[in-house]
Nanobody, 121 residues
Framework: QVQLVESGGGSVQAGGSLRLSCAAS????????MGWYRQAPGKQRDMVAV???????NYADSVKGRFTISINNAKNTVYLQMNSLKPEDTAVYYC???????????????WGQGTQVTVSS
């Protein structure tokens, strides 16, 4: 089993910044990729940013130029630096990790518990 522990959510005014962190621990052979998704009330969960262990990134168009995803492979931790936040960024942010598990060597998909980000105008 693998656990994802998120931190860094909170409330901020428009134009402000927040940094999210997500640490993976447990039965990890290798991390394939990690990322952040968000879900606003009444809406589907959407991809925000994803990064591979090799550092390749993919961003949603709505956050390009404002958000930066990074990964520390030694700590199995992914970060999301969010700048120039807008009220429409308000959502629950979920960490995702696709991990090759030690022993079985199968690729498994894990989710964090979610952290609330609220941006006021």
């Amino acid at each position: 089993q693998v656990q994802l522990v998120e931190s860094g959510g909170g409330s901020v005014q428009a134009g402000g910044s927040l940094r999210l962190s997500c640490a993976a621990s447990g039965n990890i052979f290798r991390i394939n990729d990690m990322g952040w998704y968000r879900q606003a009330p009444g809406k589907q969960r959407d991809m925000v940013a994803v990064i591979t262990s090799g550092g390749n990134t993919n961003y949603a168009d709505s956050v390009k130029g404002r958000f930066t995803i990074s990964i520390n492979n030694a700590k199995n931790t992914v970060y999301l630096q969010m700048n120039s936040l807008k009220p429409e960024d308000t959502a629950v942010y979920y960490c995702n990790a696709r991990i090759i598990e030690r022993g079985s060597y199968r690729l498994a998909d894990y989710w964090g518990q979610g952290t609330q980000v609220t941006v006021s105008s």
